[in-house]
């Protein structure tokens, strides 16, 4: 007699992690297509505004242009989620980015640098839609395995980032053989890529995971577990501020409820905030650094490839690690790596291997600090404020890396790239300490 409530509870269970397989194999595919379509356009984007503005200083707004876009469409993607799910979310992300692209050729068309300023801000859609991906894949995951399916789906970047930059003088060579400007062709080729990736999430991810996770968490439906085997979520009216009419509350208002209710989803924010802007604030300036040094071309390019292998080689087993040590011990571990790789850097003067070697530590914080802190985001949040925590996530990760890129040119053009490596390190010394003491006190 006691088989007959089991089964069904079994079969259930089943079912889900079939679909988690399915929605992982989807958006591992749409990771990858995506990727592709962002760094084709990315790797001409400042080439070309500089040869249409003739301006190197404007040239740079070019990657701040794309930063800032991702940045701006968090939030609507993460509305677009939580009303539609994630499918309507991420199509909304790949359309942006689609239609980035083919603002961009008529901005190169017609040789206007705005334009294609313009038209950047919106491919800055792929980059959000990509970072979105990740926090798909963790609203069915079995409990214990939410950092190594976010962890898998990052890794997926990886093939774009590697194959997407090789693949842009193809695609110019194939854009004047079809008639289109030089320069141009890549960016058909990202529309081409960005339509790809929205076929795959359209056609693909069904059932929706995020609807499928809160059919499951409703008390109703399943009152003793949650998404996967895990316990419910609190109920939204656990959130101050919050109640019936707030439970799917989108705004970033409420989103900013959340996590000051919630103290663990907002050091999570922050520790994912901080490891990108170390990130990022390093690694921008290290070719300017290389290139005052007198390393060639072939030379920088190497550095910034192992670099990027380091932010997502190892992802997999950063996610494996976070899932068993825990999200917190891996945040701090993330911070200690990002110390090294600061000390080696601010140190290194001329000495190119140190360089690398700290280039390759700087991949793996951020791959620390971004995959166990969103997995962190993703399970201290109630399932219905989810999107919008997580879009509010992505909206800061953005900025403070906008910004960090700015204040790293200012340290480095007034100072020196020395001094940038003792900031980044104080910085992420102080994020280590608070995060290690705050989490000590909170039971």
């Known amino acids: 007699m006691t088989d007959a409530p089991i089964k069904p509870e079994i079969s259930q269970q089943r079912d889900v992690r079939n679909v988690q397989r399915r929605t992982l194999a989807v958006l591992s595919i749409a990771q ?29 707004l070019a990657g701040t242009a794309t930063v800032l876009g991702a940045a701006l469409l968090a939030l609507p993607i993460a509305k ?16 942006a980015a689609t239609a980035g692209c083919a603002v961009s050729v008529l901005a190169i068309t017609i040789r206007s640098w705005p ?21 798909s894949a963790t609203d069915l995951s079995p409990k214990g395995h939410a950092a190594r399916h976010l962890s898998l789906v990052v ?35 990202s529309a081409l890529a960005f339509g790809l990736a929205l076929l795959v999430v359209v056609a693909g991810l069904r059932p929706d995971p995020l609807k499928l996770a809160r059919t499951l968490a409703a008390p109703a439906e399943n009152p003793l ?59 921008s300036m290290t070719p300017v650094k290389l290139h005052h040094d007198g390393s060639s071309l072939d030379v920088i390019g190497l550095v910034i490839s192992l ?53 390759i530590l700087l991949g793996l914080g951020w791959s620390c600090g971004l995959v166990a802190g969103s997995a962190l985001v993703s399970e201290s949040v109630p399932i219905e404020r989810r999107p919008a925590v997580q879009g509010a996530s992505d909206l800061v990760m953005n900025l403070c890396g906008a910004t960090g890129t700015v204040v790293a040119g200012a340290i480095v053009g007034g100072l020196s790239y020395g001094v940038l490596g003792l900031v980044v390190g104080v910085m992420v010394t102080a994020a280590g300490i608070w995060l290690f003491a705050t989490t000590r006190r909170t039971p």
């Open 80 to 95: 677009a989620a939580a009303r539609g799910g994630r499918r309507s979310g991420l199509a909304l992300a790949y359309i």
């Open 115 to 135: 334009l294609l300023l313009a038209g950047l801000v919106l491919v800055g859609g792929g980059s959000a839609g990509n970072l979105a991906a990740r926090y």
């Open 155 to 189: 890794w997926m970047a990886t093939v774009g980032s590697v194959a997407g930059p090789n693949l842009a003088k193809p695609a110019d060579h194939l854009g004047v053989s079809a008639g289109l400007v030089e320069n141009a062709g890549p960016f058909a080729f």
């Open 32 to 60: 990858i297509v995506g990727g592709v379509g962002v760094a084709v356009g990315l790797a001409l984007s400042s080439v070309v505004v500089d040869q249409l503005s003739g301006s190197t200083v404007i040239s740079g």
């Open 307 to 359: 670099h990027i292998a380091g932010m997502y080689v190892l992802s997999p087993a950063v996610g494996w690690l976070a899932d068993k040590a825990g999200r917190v011990p891996v945040l701090i571990l993330g911070m200690a790596l990002l110390l090294a790789s600061a000390v080696l850097a601010g140190t290194a003067e001329h000495s190119l291997w140190q360089i690398t070697i700290a280039l």
């Open 225 to 283: 577990t949650g998404p996967s085997g895990n316990p419910p979520a609190a109920p939204a009216r656990d959130v101050p501020g919050s109640g019936a009419k707030s439970a799917r509350d989108t705004s970033l208002r409420g989103a900013w409820h959340t996590l000051r209710a919630i103290p663990m989803a907002r050091r999570a924010l922050v520790m994912i905030a901080i490891s990108h802007t170390a990130m990022v604030s390093v690694m």
